[in-house]
C-alpha cells in the first residue's frame, strides 16, 4: 500500500516518539526504580514500544511514497 510523504513523516514521528518515550522509561527502570515487580512491568512496557518503533522505522524505511 502506497502512503504520501506527510503520512510518512507522521508515522516517522510517532515512531521516533515510542524510541524517545522507551528510552525515558528504561533509564527509570534502571536507575530510580527498586521494586522489582514495577521494574519488571516498566521494563516489558519499555521493550514493547521499542520494538514498535523498530518496526514502524523499518516499515517507513522500506515503503515506497505515492508521488
Known amino acids: ?16 516518539g515510542c524510541l524517545l518515550l522507551a528510552m525515558i522509561v528504561m533509564y527509570f527502570v534502571k536507575n530510580k526504580f527498586t521494586n522489582s515487580f514495577l521494574k519488571f512491568i516498566f521494563g516489558l512496557f519499555a521493550y514493547i514500544l521499542l520494538f514498535i518503533g523498530f518496526i514502524t522505522m523499518v516499515y517507513i524505511i522500506f515503503n515506497p511514497t505515492k508521488a
Open 1 to 16: 500500500m502506497l502512503i504520501s510523504s506527510m503520512d510518512k513523516m507522521w508515522i516517522s514521528f510517532g515512531s521516533m
